[in-house]
């Protein structure tokens, strides 16, 4: 059966297409009624979670760990704001904390799209595997809590705001409200990074979100049908996506490969594999 990029049908499987071809990835104009009662469906014959008790409690454990390690931050940003610290230069740290975050996300998922295999030792099956099977199907994501979902952003958030604690401890100086900002701002946007792009492919969203994704603050479903619809790979960003126009127009991602990889080796950045 042909296989259709780009897509004007967001349903997952051939038998339920209209036109009975298989699609890469949903698009919103279509009729979701017959999707959305298939995967509440779904859903509602899912277990509360498909690993066990082992890893639930590996991710709520996660989630403490987060929130341990940014509350001295938070603390710190709404101190700065009660005692009326520059407004503007807390918002430009949180729009920066914001920006590293989208910076982050899209330099990871390019090289976990690009590079190494679902085979390489330790890194295979925790990392590069959910990129690779988020291109098999693009809906799994969509299945899986937040929680469940979001456990390796938290933990890497986790890791960014104890690196930027330890630091803090030892330069030992006095805290400055806009490097705490920008951290709190950094480490709250990795943790909820997955669940945006969930929110990216769900065919349905609470009003909120949707308003956040019309207004371009998170990564919304037009702007990363551009990453899965490209056989080439583009619009690696996937918090907000504001960094993918300039770093998709300066060919920034071919340039690092041409620099990374012999000429010999080197091949079209590998999204379905
Ligand atoms: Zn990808
Ligand atoms: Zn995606």
């Given at each position: 059966?042909?296989?259709?990029?780009?897509?004007?049908?967001?349903?997952?499987?051939?038998?339920?297409c209209?036109d009975?071809?298989?699609?890469?990835?949903?698009?919103?104009?279509?009729?979701?009624?017959?999707?959305?009662?298939?995967?509440?469906?779904?859903?509602?014959?899912?277990?509360?979670?498909?690993?066990?008790?082992?890893?639930?409690?590996?991710?709520?454990?996660?989630?403490?760990?987060?929130?341990?390690?940014?509350?001295?931050?938070?603390?710190?940003?709404?101190?700065?704001?009660?005692?009326?610290?520059?407004?503007?230069?807390?918002?430009?740290?949180?729009?920066?904390?914001?920006?590293a975050?989208?910076?982050?996300?899209?330099?990871?998922?390019?090289?976990?799209?690009?590079?190494?295999?679902?085979?390489?030792?330790?890194?295979?099956?925790?990392?590069?595997?959910?990129?690779?099977?988020?291109?098999?199907?693009?809906?799994?994501?969509?299945?899986?809590?937040?929680?469940?979902?979001?456990?390796?952003?938290?933990?890497?958030?986790?890791m960014?705001?104890?690196?930027?604690?330890?630091v803090?401890?030892?330069?030992?100086?006095?805290?400055?409200?806009?490097?705490?900002?920008?951290?709190?701002?950094?480490?709250?946007?990795?943790?909820?990074?997955?669940?945006?792009?969930?929110?990216?492919?769900l065919?349905?969203?609470?009003?909120?979100?949707?308003w956040?994704?019309?207004?371009?603050?998170?990564?919304?479903?037009?702007?990363?049908?551009r990453?899965?619809?490209?056989?080439?790979?583009?619009?690696?960003?996937?918090?907000?996506?504001?960094?993918n126009?300039?770093?998709?127009?300066?060919?920034?991602?071919p340039?690092?490969?041409?620099?990374?990889?012999?000429?010999?080796?080197?091949?079209?950045?590998?999204?379905?594999?």
């Amino acid at each position: 059966m042909e296989r259709t990029m780009g897509l004007t049908c967001k349903l997952p499987s051939a038998a339920t297409c209209p036109d009975g071809q298989i699609y890469d990835i949903w698009y919103p104009s279509v009729d979701t009624t017959a999707y959305d009662e298939r995967e509440a469906s779904t859903m509602r014959s899912m277990p509360a979670s498909d690993d066990g008790y082992a890893v639930t409690i590996s991710n709520v454990a996660g989630l403490g760990a987060f929130l341990v390690t940014v509350a001295p931050f938070a603390n710190s940003a709404a101190s700065a704001v009660i005692e009326g610290e520059a407004i503007g230069l807390l918002v430009i740290a949180i729009v920066l904390g914001v920006v590293a975050a989208d910076l982050g996300s899209g330099l990871l998922h390019w090289i976990c799209d690009s590079f190494f295999s679902e085979q390489t030792p330790v890194i295979g099956q925790h990392l590069i595997r959910p990129f690779r099977e988020h291109h098999r199907d693009p809906f799994a994501l969509t299945r899986r809590p937040f929680l469940r979902g979001s456990a390796s952003n938290l933990i890497g958030a986790t890791m960014v705001l104890a690196t930027a604690w330890g630091v803090r401890q030892l330069t030992a100086g006095p805290g400055s409200p806009f490097a705490d900002v920008w951290v709190a701002s950094l480490g709250i946007a990795v943790a909820v990074t997955n669940q945006i792009h969930k929110w990216a492919h769900l065919p349905r969203v609470p009003r909120p979100i949707s308003w956040l994704q019309a207004l371009g603050l998170i990564l919304s479903p037009a702007h990363h049908e551009r990453h899965h619809s490209s056989e080439l790979g583009r619009a690696f960003c996937i918090t907000t996506g504001w960094l993918n126009p300039a770093l998709d127009r300066l060919q920034v991602f071919p340039a690092l490969e041409r620099l990374l990889i012999p000429a010999e080796r080197r091949r079209a950045v590998d999204v379905g594999s």
